[in-house]
Antibody
Framework: EVQLVESGGGLVKPGGSLRLSCATSGFTFSSYTISWVRQAPGRGLEWVSY????????SYSDSVKGRFTISRDNSKKSSFLQMDSLRVEDTAVYFC????????????????WGQGTLVTVSS | YVLTQPPSVSVAPGTTASITCGGK??????VHWYQQKTGQAPVLVMY???DRPSGIPERFSGSNSGNTATLTISRVEAGDEADYYCQVWDSSSDHRIFGGGTKVTVL
């Protein structure tokens, strides 16, 4: 069974940092692109970043570029999102998701998602 | 690149719901659709415009042409009540883009 489990969320002050983790099981992690998507309270989905299977390709939304860093450790079947210089507007549930196709392709949909971890940025 | 969805659609059980996703020349892009029920993670219900993942009922169908992509739910059931999001990849920015979402209410 394919599973993705996020962790690392919590309450942090503006300007602070958090590192989110996405632990996976049930599939060949090293073959799939992983994305991070967030959802602010009562709002829609917002794509944050993705990283290709071999870490060759990464991309970030304009709202987080320069502040967030995506990474992965294929030996640990995990992806990470390092979030620095956090702002109040970064408050959201953060989901990690797996691409549906085990090949590099920015157009791929995401077929499996974790349940999300809540990040609250507040003073 | 901006994707525009109606904020809400209301339908009676047994009828058809059409959810649109507007974008400049979206017909040239691969559109994916996600269903999200309250408090849950999104679920992929349509990919590459009109392909259904395994386990998604045939009542769900999709189309994409010109400046509008459409997710159609036939014979709507109470369990279809959810938020629906379209998504594409924008080649000019290398960003994956979501539409603002449409809340489907079953009357």
């Amino acid at each position: 069974e394919v599973q993705l489990v996020e962790s690392g969320g919590g309450l942090v002050k503006p300007g602070g940092s958090l590192r989110l983790s996405c632990a996976t099981s049930g599939f060949t992690f090293s073959s799939y692109t992983i994305s991070w998507v967030r959802q602010a309270p009562g709002r829609g989905l917002e794509w944050v970043s993705y990283i290709s299977s071999g870490s060759d390709y990464v991309s970030y939304s304009d709202s987080v570029k320069g502040r967030f860093t995506i990474s992965r450790d294929n030996s640990k079947k995990s992806s990470f999102l390092q979030m620095d210089s956090l702002r109040v507007e970064d408050t959201a549930v953060y989901f990690c998701a797996r691409d549906a196709i085990p090949a590099v392709g920015a157009t791929n949909p995401s077929d499996y998602w974790g349940q999300g971890t809540l990040v609250t940025v507040s003073s | 690149y901006v994707l525009t969805q109606p904020p809400s659609v209301s339908v009676a059980p047994g009828t058809t719901a059409s959810i649109t996703c507007g974008g400049k020349n979206i017909g040239s892009k691969a559109v994916h659709w996600y269903q999200q029920k309250t408090g849950q993670a999104p679920v992929l219900v349509m990919y590459d415009d009109s392909d259904r993942p395994s386990g998604i009922p045939e009542r769900f169908s999709g189309s994409n042409s010109g400046n509008t992509a459409t997710l159609t739910i036939s014979r709507v059931e109470a369990g279809d009540e959810a938020d629906y999001y379209c998504q594409v990849w924008d080649s000019s920015s290398d960003h994956r883009i979501f539409g603002g979402g449409t809340k489907v209410t079953v009357l």
